[in-house]
């Protein structure tokens, strides 16, 4: 029901926060224009219905709730003295599928924009009451249909990138849909746009629970233009309240829904009973819009990601025949592509491919000498190669090597924080935050980091360590450059890290990590040796090739390092190591020597020699990671029981201890 100029915009933000009193609550009805007798008679059915202490209510918890509540209220009120005629009329309105998205789009339809498909369920062609914030009327809003109006004022777009209007159209249609968009292409206004204008709840299956608040926040704040306050999301996490999770369920068993899009981990979609008998109902009634499944490669068994919860994802089909799937990646090749089809049960969706070629990315292959010296010079490199307000990442394949090149970086000047799965979930929040906000230049990050961060001004990405794939190459390296303007993408190799790779990757298979089988997992990461030892073909070629791209080196323009050695202008020293590298590493700071007390002799026949003792090593010591550790007689001895363990009791699984133990769980960790 609509309740004329006391409702606030539908697209309020919707937040689970619990604050402090309830008299915020009588404020708001007062105005919003209820009457106070109203408001007083209604809220303690209100509160009954929440279960909790009306001094938790709040506007922020549920006053979007709380008006509707009020409106119905008045409504029912009110039918004893309505007319028959104007009953029947409210009734109808009633029962429409959903409620408009803003004023102005029935308006701009009825001074004569085209109308969309009439095959997509548009459920918000209703004209509302006038809004109290009346956008200023734009002279181009006459030619605009109504799918690039919705783009210019809800997302503030005034175009379409390549493709993404197609897409729109197709999902608006209700068919399966399966998306290949490089990183930065607009994958998410693929499936956000349509769910604005779609009857009932987009459900987004997204495997990074922080990439699913990263958007659930940026929906809420979003504010194109007057009258737009936010798309309406919320999100459903293990790591949330009861409360919270209760009062998001009660929002989904609601007749007519405000929220817009549902973000879900393919655990609570694939296993929460709950959830799932919501989305029945949803289902039934016809307000579920579609099924998103956000970085779509993670169901194939052969793909760089595979996670065994996503594989789970095709039981959507078997529980919900008849809603659409909409399947997005930025990462491909053509046999993920079919397995991912086939897993899903959409081997007939609409195929919308976008070209994988970034002409803004520079690429090169530079060599790493995996010493001290080496990471110092590394640290120079940064420092001395980038403009001192460059943002950057810099990938790393272990916590400890995020640790030391970090620790390198500030040393050499370069502010730079770490990010991994080791950190607390503040903490990993605080490092984003700090670097998308400019507060420090440089990212040290495992694999998950920047996924979905909407960071357009990161001007270069370095593979300290060699990535275990090309798919994660290629998506790592597309975090650059976001912003249309040229950024550098460089990855340093030595023959040592490969080995590294090899022998984490069979490690993560031993210890079920969950990463496929070993030898797929092995053959990718043959795939990325023969991009870093390659010193002839076009790195875009290479790498667009792999994705099943043809591409002629012709386009490359220079833009990578073999290209530019094939022209002779490839920088001097470019294959070389970094200036400093083969240098001798300077001395480590020695501990202050702490004055030794003479101790007396245990027999009357003088003093007892004292042997010195091996000093101890200064806190902020760089990790060298390519030198093995010394093996003590205890670890020796330690390492011989294990063994011995190992043969009595050849059944069990047991984990020997070694200093990259965390690199693979890393991987795993970030994902959950």
């Known amino acids: ?10 697209y309020a933000s919707i937040r689970l926060c619990v604050m402090s009193s309830l008299p915020p609550l009588l404020v708001l009805a007062a105005n919003r224009g209820f009457e106070a007798s109203l408001a007083r008679r209604c809220f303690p059915a209100f509160t009954h219905e929440y279960g909790v202490d009306p001094a938790l209510l709040t506007e922020s918890f549920c006053g979007e709730e709380w008006l509707t509540f009020l409106a119905e209220r008045a409504g029912a009120e009110a039918e004893t003295v309505e007319e028959p005629q104007a009953k029947r009329q409210r009734s109808a309105r009633s029962d429409e599928p959903c409620l408009p998205v803003y004023p102005l789009f ?41 799918l690039d109006l919705a783009n210019l004022k809800v997302f503030g777009n005034r175009a379409f990138r390549p493709k993404q209007r197609l897409i729109c159209e197709a999902a608006l249609a209700g068919r399966d849909v399966f998306v290949l968009m490089p990183t930065g292409g607009g994958k998410s206004l693929c499936f956000q746009l349509p769910a604005v204008l779609s009857a009932g709840i987009t459900v987004v299956c997204s495997p990074l629970l922080s990439l699913i608040q990263d958007q659930v926040s940026a929906l809420l704040r979003l504010h194109a233009g007057p009258g737009a306050d936010g798309v309406p999301a919320s999100y459903l996490s293990s790591g949330q309240s009861s409360s919270e999770y209760a009062a998001v369920l009660r929002e989904l068993r609601k007749r007519r ?11 609570q979609l694939v296993h929460g009973s709950r959830l799932n008998e919501a989305l029945a109902g949803l289902a039934a009634s016809g307000m579920l819009a579609r099924f998103v499944v956000d970085e779509a490669h993670c169901v194939s068994t052969w793909g760089h990601s595979f996670r065994a919860d996503y594989k789970e994802l095709r039981c959507l089909k078997q529980r919900y025949p008849r809603v659409p799937i909409l399947a997005l990646t930025a990462t491909a090749t053509p046999r993920v592509l079919q397995d991912t089809l086939q897993l899903l049960s959409i081997p007939r969706a609409q195929l919308f491919s976008v070209s994988f070629n970034r002409p803004e990315l520079r690429f090169a292959v530079r060599p790493k000498v995996g010493t001290r010296a080496g990471l110092l010079a590394f640290a120079q490199h940064v420092a001395a190669g980038y403009p001192p307000t460059a943002s950057g990442i810099v990938y790393c394949l272990s916590r400890d090597e995020c640790a030391a090149v970090q620790q390198a970086l500030c040393a050499a ?5 770490t990010y991994h799965a080791g950190m607390t979930p503040r903490q990993r929040v605080q490092t984003q935050r700090d670097w998308c906000t400019g507060a420090v230049r440089v990212a040290c990050a495992t694999v998950a980091f920047g996924m979905g961060i909407d960071h357009a001004t990161v001007r270069f990405v370095l593979h300290y360590s060699m990535p275990k794939a090309m798919e994660g190459l290629y998506q790592e390296a597309g975090r650059a450059g976001r912003d249309g303007l040229v950024a550098q993408h460089t990855l340093f190799y030595c023959t040592a890290d490969h080995m590294r790779t090899v022998r984490l990757l069979k490690r993560g298979r031993r210890r079920g990590a969950g990463l496929g089988s070993a030898a797929s997992q092995l053959k990718l990461a043959e795939a990325v040796k023969a991009y870093c030892t390659d010193t002839r073909r076009c790195r875009r070629v290479m790498l667009l090739e792999y994705l099943g791209e043809a591409f002629s080196a012709q386009q490359c323009r220079g833009t990578c390092d073999n290209c530019q050695r094939g022209l002779g202008t490839l920088p001097a020293g470019h294959d070389d190591p970094l200036p400093g590298a083969l240098d001798k590493a300077p001395p480590k700071a020695k501990a202050a020597k702490k004055p030794q007390q003479k101790k007396k002799a245990a027999s009357a026949g003088g003093k007892r020699k004292k042997s ?12 060298d990671l390519t030198r093995p550790r010394p093996v003590t007689a205890r670890a020796s001895a330690g390492a011989k029981q294990a063994k011995a363990a190992v043969q009595k009791h050849p059944a069990r699984d047991y984990g020997l201890p070694s200093r990259d133990d965390d690199d693979d769980d890393d991987e795993v960790d970030d994902w959950r």
């Open 612 to 623: 010195a003792a091996p000093p101890v090593p200064p806190t902020t010591e760089f990790v």
């Open 413 to 417: 000047g370069v502010s730079a924080v």
């Open 257 to 267: 829904p405000t929220l817009k899009l549902l973000y879900v981990t393919p655990e």
């Open 1 to 10: 029901m609509c309740y004329q100029n006391a409702r606030p915009s539908p």
């Open 106 to 146: 029935a308006k701009a339809a009825a001074r004569g924009a085209p109308a969309a498909s009439a095959s997509a369920p548009l459920g918000w062609a209703r004209e509302q009451e006038a809004s109290q914030h009346e956008p200023a009327p734009l002279r181009e809003d006459s030619s605009l249909d109504l």
